[in-house]
């Protein structure tokens, strides 16, 4: 520390080891989070530096095979924190241990982070992960009798409990794998069921109402571009123009195409658009979008982030009527640009297909609501924008595309989990096609009925309005 310390080069593997002023030598290492959310530090001292290198080093490996402070005493509190700083967070996302870290210390310490790691049964976490249905909900609501904000102790939503128990299993788990406790209690709990919202998808009429009464709107073209290639809105508004490839480089398109004429036409009039292009002998070649960024709510603000996975990665083949949407979109961008640059202001600095009238971030929030607005105003009965996403997945699935394919698009980890996200509309299939089977099989046991069918002479009734025609004439 400065004034008392005499700082030396680290040996290798040594962590931080250093001399003190009164010329004894000391070491330090970090053995977990304190409560406070501090890291909790363990320091060593001895006469030499050798003595303390080699404290530092049975001290690291004591960690590494999972003995904390606390021997067999010690809190799952203090198991659940380490094992989240020093386990996982090196691997994952700043933004995605945020997220453990909020379940951890808001959720699961608070309610069995007092037991000790030996006596944590499955009984004790069932009751933890039945509470939290029933009321562990901490959202803040006004009291009505003290006008002041007090936790809702509503119930938790499934999504949550479920990440909560995945949670309280992997730490669990680790203390398996060091040997702190014979078996995993969590894995013996129920894990709650959640429904997947797949079934509030838009209908044909729903649809042909967005997608003629929606050009009123500023983002009826990534409306249109979700609803023909199935994307999250994160994946949306992370969009970058350098990633959407209709055969020209934007570059040349900026440079060359007809704004002057195309600025004449009614916006969002793609035959219109299709004809003037060709009067200039210009062809589009096929439309595809890669999918690389997505725009994170990072606490109801817009961040710029990569994927979560590399199956999120995924390029997707875009249609000739979503291209021209795309031109007039580029075309309104353009318009923004230049009056922005005019003011001495800077546009869309990161290229997004998708930014504000400024050229700033879309804060995700704001979208969804300016979405709900826009479908209220359309008469649409109320749908989540995720909802155009599960739209896509069903309609291709009804037309027969392969589950493997669905998966691709939708950009999910395996097939098994898109097919359990739609059961309902491959159990719909499966009946469908029960149906027709039964038909094929009847007719293949009766035969003779078909061709009795097929050879039938008229009726009684039949030739009677025949011979009436007949006479007319």
């Known amino acids: 520390m400065p004034g008392n310390t005499k700082k030396h080069r680290r040996g290798n593997g040594e962590g931080s080891i250093y001399q003190r002023k009164d010329g004894k030598w000391a070491a330090v290492i970090t053995i977990g989070v304190k409560e406070n959310g501090k890291p909790d530090r ?23 095979v999972g003995v904390i402070p606390g021997g067999d005493n010690v809190l ?3 198991w659940i924190r380490n094992w989240l700083e020093v386990v996982i967070k090196p691997g994952i996302k700043e933004r995605t241990y945020k997220n453990y870290n909020a379940a951890i210390e808001k959720h699961i310490i608070p309610w ?9 049964t499955d009984d004790v976490i069932q009751k933890f992960l039945n509470d939290q249905r029933e009321h562990g909900n901490l959202k803040l609501e006004i009291n009505e009798d003290t006008g002041e904000a007090e936790p809702s102790h509503g119930p938790v939503a499934a999504s949550s409990i479920i990440q909560q128990r995945r949670l309280i299993i992997a730490a669990l788990e680790y203390a398996v794998d060091k040997g702190k406790i014979a078996r995993n209690p969590g894995k013996k709990t129920r894990r709650p069921k959640s429904k997947p919202k797949t079934d509030n998808i838009l209908t044909d009429e729903d649809m042909e109402i967005l997608a003629t009464k929606g050009t009123k709107y500023r983002y009826y073209p990534a409306y249109m571009l979700t609803l023909t290639t199935a ?3 994160g994946e949306i508004l992370g969009l970058s123009w350098k990633h959407v490839d209709i055969g020209i480089p934007w570059a040349t398109v900026d440079r060359y195409f007809p704004w002057g004429e195309m600025r004449k036409l009614q916006l969002w009039d793609t035959k219109a658009l299709k004809k003037l292009l060709e009067d200039h002998s210009i062809k589009l070649g096929d439309g595809y979008v890669q999918i690389v960024y997505q725009m994170a709510d990072d606490k109801g603000k817009p961040l710029l982030d990569e994927l979560k996975t590399d199956l999120s990665r995924r390029s997707l083949m875009i249609t000739e009527e979503m291209v021209l949407l795309l031109i007039f979109w580029r075309m309104v961008q353009n318009g923004e640009k230049r009056k922005a640059t005019e003011k001495g202001k800077v546009y869309n600095p990161d290229n997004l297909v998708f930014c504000t009238r400024k050229g700033t971030y879309i804060y995700p929030r704001n979208f969804t609501k300016t979405w709900g607005e826009n479908l209220k105003s359309m008469g649409i009965e109320h749908k989540r924008f995720h909802d155009l996403r599960h739209t896509v997945a069903t309609v291709m699935l009804e037309e027969g595309e392969a589950m493997n394919t669905v998966q691709e698009q939708l950009g999910h980890y395996d097939a098994g989990f898109t097919a359990s996200r739609y059961g309902h509309v491959t159990a719909k299939m499966r009946n469908s096609a029960a149906v027709r089977l039964g038909e094929r099989l009847e ?10 069918e097929t050879i039938s002479f008229p009726s009684q009734e039949e030739r009677k309005l025949k011979s009436a025609a007949c006479k007319i004439k």
Not at 112 to 120: P, S, T, V
Not at 443 to 452: D, G, L, Q, S, T
């Open 42 to 64: 363990k320091f060593l001292y001895g006469k030499t530096r050798k003595e303390v290198a080699d404290k530092l080093r049975e001290a690291q490996n004591k960690l590494d």
């Open 76 to 78: 799952f509190s203090a």
């Open 112 to 120: 069995i982070g007092n037991y000790r790691l030996k006596d944590l």
């Open 231 to 233: 994307c999250r809105r």
């Open 443 to 452: 007719k293949a046991r009766n035969p003779e009925e078909e061709k009795a």
